[in-house]
C-alpha cells in the first residue's frame, strides 16, 4: 500500500494559519479579561436565531404551518394543470421578448401562496424548461417582485382601503405588472436568453396519485420549513443579534428609516419590511391607521407619525404616498434572510448556477423591489 505523498509546503506557515493563531488568542484574552461582554455577545445571538423558531414553529403567526399548507396548495394547483395553463398563457408575451417563459412560474406561485414554497415548485419547472443559466438568474430576480406570503396582500388591501386608497390600480401596477416588465428590464444585463415553442416543452402536470400528492406535499413543506428556511434564517438573525449588541442594528435601521423617507415610503413599516418581515410590516400599517389604542392599564399610546399626518387635511396626499410605497415594498422578498439565506436555500440544490449567483439574483431582485416601489409611491402620489 503506498504511502500519501508529502506536500513540500506543508512546514511553511500559511496565511489562514497566522489568521487562526490570531482568532485562538483573541478569543482567550476575551474570555479571560471580556468574559461578560463575550459571553453576552453569544447570548444576544442565540436570542436573536430564536425568533426564527418563534416565528415558524410557536408563534401565533404560525408561519410554518402557513407554508406546509402553500406547498400543498401549489402542488395541487400544479395537478389540476395550473404550471400549464400558465405557460400558455405566458408563453406569447415571453417569445415576444426572446425569454423562456418559465422564468415567470415562481413569482406567480410566490403571489398565490410563499416565496419558499414557489421555489420548492418553480425551481423544478425552470430547470425541465430548458432554462439557460442567465434564464435562471432572471427567474429569481423576477421571484423577488412578490410577496413572501399571501396575508401580506390581504392586510395590504386593508390598510389602502383604511387610507382612503383606490386598491385595484396599485394591485395591477405595483404586483401583476412586473411580472412581465421585470424580466424585459433584467434581459439587458443578462443577454444568454431564448424563446421556446409550446412544442418544446415538456407537460408540468403531473400524474401524482390523490393521497400521495397530499400527504408527499405536506412533508415536502415540512422539509422546507425545517431543512431550509430555519437553518437560512437562524444564521442572518445572528449576524443581527451581534450587530445588535455593539449598538450597530439601530443605526442600521435609523439610517434604513431617513432613506425610505426620502423615497416616499413609510420609514416604520419599511423597516420592518426589510429587517423583519412584509406581513408584519402590513399589520403594524394598519395598527397606525387605527389611531391611539388603549393599554393593559387603561393608558393610551401615542399616535403613530403616519395616523398624524391622515389627521391634518394638508399632509393626507404626502400620507397616501407613504401607505402605497409601503404595500409596493412589502409585497416582495424582502426581508433581508430572504434573499440572503431561504432562496438560496430552496432553489440552491435544484438549480445548476451557484450559491453566489442564486445570492446575486435575488438582492438584485430586491434592489429593483425597492427602487420600484419608491417610483410607485412617487407616480401615485402625482394622482392622490
Do not use: H
Not at 94 to 110: F, R
Not at 258 to 284: C, E, H, S
Not at 312 to 330: D, R, T
Request: glycine share 8%; net charge neutral; aromatic share 10%.
Amino acid at each position: 500500500m503506498s504511502t500519501p505523498a508529502k506536500e513540500m509546503d506543508r512546514k511553511k506557515w500559511s496565511p489562514i494559519e497566522y489568521v487562526g493563531l490570531a482568532v485562538l488568542v483573541f478569543s482567550l484574552i476575551c474570555i479571560g479579561f471580556f468574559n461578560k461582554q463575550f459571553s453576552g455577545l453569544f447570548d444576544a445571538m442565540f436570542t436573536r436565531s430564536y425568533k426564527m423558531f418563534e416565528y415558524y414553529l410557536f408563534g401565533a403567526a404560525k408561519l410554518g404551518a402557513t407554508i406546509v399548507v402553500s406547498v400543498m396548495t401549489g402542488r395541487i394547483l400544479e395537478r389540476l394543470g395550473m404550471t400549464d395553463a400558465l405557460m400558455r398563457i405566458f408563453l406569447p408575451i415571453m417569445k415576444y421578448l426572446k425569454i423562456n417563459a418559465s422564468v415567470v412560474i415562481g413569482v406567480i406561485y410566490n403571489i398565490l401562496g410563499d416565496v419558499n414554497a414557489a421555489g420548492k415548485i418553480a425551481a423544478p419547472v425552470v430547470m425541465k424548461a430548458g432554462a439557460t443559466k442567465d434564464e435562471q438568474k432572471i427567474a429569481i430576480a423576477t421571484l423577488c417582485q412578490a410577496p413572501c406570503s399571501f396575508s401580506i396582500i390581504v392586510l395590504g388591501l386593508m390598510a389602502l382601503t383604511a387610507a382612503g386608497v383606490n386598491p385595484l390600480p396599485v394591485m395591477v401596477v405595483g404586483v401583476f405588472l412586473p411580472i412581465v416588465v421585470i424580466p424585459a428590464i433584467l434581459k439587458l444585463f443578462w443577454r444568454d436568453t431564448k424563446a421556446v415553442e409550446i412544442e418544446d416543452l415538456p407537460r408540468f402536470t403531473p400524474d401524482t396519485g390523490v393521497m400521495d400528492l397530499i400527504f408527499g406535499s405536506a412533508r415536502e413543506g415540512v422539509n422546507v420549513v425545517v431543512l431550509f428556511i430555519l437553518p437560512a434564517g437562524c444564521a442572518v438573525f445572528a449576524i443581527i443579534g451581534a450587530l445588535e449588541y455593539f449598538k450597530v442594528w439601530p443605526l442600521i435601521t435609523g439610517s434604513v428609516g431617513g432613506i425610505l423617507q426620502i423615497m416616499g415610503i413609510d420609514p416604520a413599516t419599511g423597516v420592518d419590511t426589510i429587517f423583519t418581515a412584509g406581513t408584519l410590516a402590513m399589520k403594524n400599517l394598519n395598527l397606525s391607521l387605527g389611531g391611539p389604542v388603549a393599554n393593559a392599564d387603561g393608558t393610551m399610546t401615542a399616535a403613530s407619525a403616519l395616523y398624524t399626518m391622515f389627521s391634518n387635511p394638508e399632509s393626507i396626499a404626502i400620507a397616501k404616498k407613504l401607505a402605497v410605497g409601503s404595500f409596493v415594498l412589502a409585497n416582495s422578498s424582502w426581508p433581508v434572510q430572504v434573499p440572503l439565506g431561504q432562496i438560496p436555500a430552496v432553489w440552491g440544490p435544484i438549480l445548476d448556477i451557484t450559491t453566489g449567483e442564486i445570492v446575486w439574483a435575488a438582492v438584485v431582485g430586491c434592489v429593483i423591489r425597492l427602487l420600484y416601489a419608491a417610483l410607485c409611491a412617487q407616480l401615485f402620489g402625482l394622482f392622490l
